[in-house]
């Protein structure tokens, strides 16, 4: 595994791998231990200006290959990733500090979201419309926008850059990705080179690992990239919609979330207590889908609050590597402190900790607080992390009125004994995903994934991935001859 980090701690453009030209370096550290994994050389705005213009150059031709032919490459780099399967498992348990079980969860979703990529290369069509000019014939082509920018996340970032770079492939553009500056492998060069092996054409994938503080806006002005892919927070998406709109480039924006998960009064308990458990909690709350919010109807509340505490209290806290631990360590101390505060400040407004984890280094033990007053800042803003806020109300009217009171729309559940009183409920819900009888962090390859209000803007899955990376083409042809004024 070890070997991973060394020969991936490099800038992956035009089909070389090279060390960057900027003048300090991105330490790679695990984070549960603070092992230094790898050393990269950041990359500067020239290297940012070469990696896109590789992907153009090569885009031009990769857009003229069969689609059929295309499909092979996915084919391959979903073998590349079976094969390599626990090789990969252990480099995210390593610099992204998942689980065991959060590793196999990612993997799994990847390896799906692969095997879509490969019916993408198909999924564009054309269409004929009819004219009213007499002779005239209208073709609609969908075609690649070309050039695609790619930011993801820290969190689930093997998932998450392969969700845009390789539909974004798939359907004929070329792509630069820039991973997080905490996990430049799993998000960044390991994703490239699992599409060198796969065969993918050089110079259509190309990753620069750098920080803002050296390349500014540089990434997102850039005038290649027609379509901007970025995962992570609301702040920094509104900054990357703003520029890329002055630009003229479409965005797609996957943000934060406050999400609730609800229990109503004819809930099974037991069940909803251990959807809100792993919606709260798994990959230590770094989610964005996670249940911030667990609003419970005041007839349950009792049951329900005593068994939620009591689950919680048996969650592992430790080693991400040992199969028994569910809550390994946030990314890193700055996100540690973060979370700490929180939870003081919780305090400090009123709340009641029914569980108080500790903080030893990045390990963030799970929190459970209740009795936070209700105009608290706190109830409005993602917190991400092992801290799950309990909250009580009355009837049905009540819980949409608190799941709406926040400036996210991310996703939901709701836990109900009658499924249509659910789908009710969900239909209330200003969100752009919500469940019911199940729990608040899902994704599937084919169903458009996505949020209202401050969560983002676009969605990813299926025909939206479609129109997402392609636009529309407009040739006319006339049989006869046009008539002219003049």
Same mark, same amino acid.
């Given at each position: 595994?070890?070997?991973?980090?060394?020969?991936?701690?490099?800038?992956?453009?035009?089909?070389?791998?090279?060390?960057?030209?900027?003048?300090?370096? #991105?330490?790679?550290?695990?984070?549960?231990?603070?092992?230094?994994?790898?050393?990269?050389?950041?990359?500067?705005?020239?290297?940012?200006?070469?990696?896109?213009?590789?992907?153009?150059?090569?885009?031009?031709?990769?857009?003229?290959?069969?689609?059929?032919?295309?499909?092979?490459?996915?084919?391959?780099?979903?073998?590349?990733?079976?094969?390599?399967?626990?090789?990969?498992?252990?480099?995210?348990?390593?610099?992204?500090?998942?689980?065991?079980?959060?590793?196999?969860?990612?993997?799994?979703?990847?390896?799906?979201?692969?095997?879509?990529?490969?019916?993408?290369?198909?999924?564009?069509?054309?269409?004929?419309?009819?004219?009213?000019?007499?002779?005239?014939?209208?073709?609609?082509?969908?075609?690649?926008?070309?050039?695609?920018?790619?930011?993801?996340?820290?969190?689930?970032?093997?998932?998450?850059?392969?969700?845009?770079?390789?539909?974004?492939? !798939?359907?004929?553009?070329?792509?630069?990705?820039?991973?997080?500056?905490?996990?430049?492998?799993?998000?960044?060069?390991?994703? !490239?080179? #699992?599409?060198?092996?796969?065969?993918?054409?050089?110079?259509?994938?190309?990753?620069?690992?750098?920080? #803002?503080?050296?390349?500014?806006?540089?990434? %997102?002005?850039?005038?290649?990239?027609?379509?901007?892919?970025?995962?992570?927070?609301?702040?920094?998406?509104?900054?990357?919609?703003?520029?890329?709109?002055?630009?003229?480039?479409?965005?797609?924006?996957?943000?934060?979330?406050?999400?609730?998960?609800?229990?109503?009064?004819?809930?099974?308990?037991?069940?909803?207590?251990?959807?809100?458990?792993?919606?709260?909690?798994?990959?230590?709350?770094?989610?964005?889908?996670?249940?911030?919010?667990?609003?419970?109807?005041?007839?349950?509340?009792?049951?329900?609050?005593?068994?939620?505490?009591?689950?919680?209290?048996?969650?592992?806290?430790?080693?991400?590597?040992?199969?028994?631990?569910?809550?390994?360590?946030?990314?890193?101390?700055?996100?540690?402190?973060?979370?700490?505060?929180?939870?003081?400040?919780?305090?400090?407004?009123?709340?009641? !900790?029914?569980?108080?984890?500790?903080?030893?280094?990045?390990?963030?033990?799970?929190?459970?607080?209740?009795?936070?007053?209700?105009?608290?800042?706190?109830?409005?803003?993602? #917190?991400?992390?092992?801290?799950?806020?309990?909250?009580?109300?009355?009837?049905?009217?009540?819980?949409?009125?608190?799941?709406?009171?926040?400036?996210?729309?991310?996703?939901?559940?709701?836990?109900?004994?009658?499924?249509?009183?659910? %789908?009710?409920?969900?239909?209330?819900?200003?969100?752009?995903?919500?469940?019911?009888?199940?729990?608040?962090?899902?994704?599937?390859?084919?169903?458009?994934?996505?949020?209202?209000?401050?969560?983002?803007?676009?969605?990813?899955?299926?025909?939206?991935?479609?129109?997402?990376?392609?636009?529309?083409?407009?040739?006319?042809?006339?049989?006869?001859?046009?008539?002219?004024?003049?």
């Amino acid at each position: 595994m070890s070997s991973y980090f060394t020969d991936l701690a490099q800038q992956y453009i035009g089909g070389e791998w090279r060390p960057g030209t900027g003048s300090w370096d #991105i330490i790679d550290f695990d984070p549960y231990d603070g092992e230094k994994l790898a050393s990269i050389t950041i990359a500067t705005v020239d290297e940012v200006d070469e990696a896109y213009r590789a992907a153009r150059d090569a885009q031009r031709e990769w857009a003229d290959v069969n689609a059929y032919a295309r499909r092979a490459v996915f084919e391959k780099a979903l073998r590349v990733v079976e094969e390599r399967e626990q090789e990969i498992a252990e480099v995210i348990i390593a610099e992204l500090g998942g689980t065991r079980l959060k590793a196999g969860f990612e993997l799994h979703l990847a390896k799906e979201f692969l095997r879509e990529s490969i019916q993408l290369a198909l999924r564009p069509e054309g269409r004929i419309i009819p004219s009213p000019v007499e002779g005239k014939e209208n073709r609609l082509y969908r075609v690649p926008v070309g050039v695609v920018g790619v930011i993801s996340p820290f969190n689930f970032p093997f998932l998450l850059s392969l969700k845009s770079v390789a539909p974004a492939l !798939a359907l004929g553009n070329g792509v630069v990705l820039k991973p997080h500056e905490d996990t430049p492998v799993t998000g960044g060069t390991l994703v !490239a080179k #699992i599409f060198e092996e796969a065969g993918l054409p050089a110079g259509l994938l190309n990753v620069v690992v750098t920080d #803002i503080a050296e390349i500014g806006d540089a990434f %997102v002005e850039h005038p290649i990239p027609k379509v901007i892919s970025f995962t992570g927070s609301d702040k920094v998406g509104r900054h990357v919609a703003t520029v890329a709109a002055s630009h003229f480039k479409r965005v797609v924006l996957e943000l934060g979330g406050n999400s609730a998960l609800v229990v109503l009064d004819d809930a099974d308990v037991d069940y909803a207590v251990d959807a809100a458990v792993f919606s709260r909690y798994v990959h230590q709350g770094q989610v964005c889908m996670a249940a911030n919010r667990v609003l419970v109807d005041r007839s349950v509340q009792d049951e329900f609050t005593e068994k939620f505490v009591a689950k919680v209290k048996a969650l592992k806290t430790g080693d991400p590597r040992d199969p028994g631990t569910v809550i390994g360590p946030v990314i890193n101390s700055s996100q540690a402190d973060a979370l700490t505060a929180v939870v003081d400040q919780a305090i400090a407004q009123g709340a009641t !900790a029914l569980v108080r984890g500790t903080t030893t280094d990045n390990l963030v033990g799970p929190s459970v607080l209740t009795g936070l007053p209700a105009d608290s800042p706190l109830l409005q803003q993602e #917190i991400f992390g092992p801290i799950a806020f309990l909250i009580p109300f009355d009837g049905e009217e009540e819980a949409v009125r608190l799941v709406n009171d926040t400036p996210y729309g991310l996703s939901g559940a709701v836990h109900t004994g009658d499924v249509e009183r659910g %789908v009710r409920f969900a239909q209330r819900i200003d969100t752009g995903m919500f469940h019911v009888n199940d729990g608040t962090v899902h994704d599937e390859p084919i169903v458009p994934f996505g949020g209202e209000k401050q969560s983002g803007l676009g969605r990813l899955g299926g025909e939206a991935t479609v129109e997402a990376f392609t636009t529309q083409k407009w040739i006319s042809i006339q049989h006869g001859r046009s008539r002219f004024p003049f």
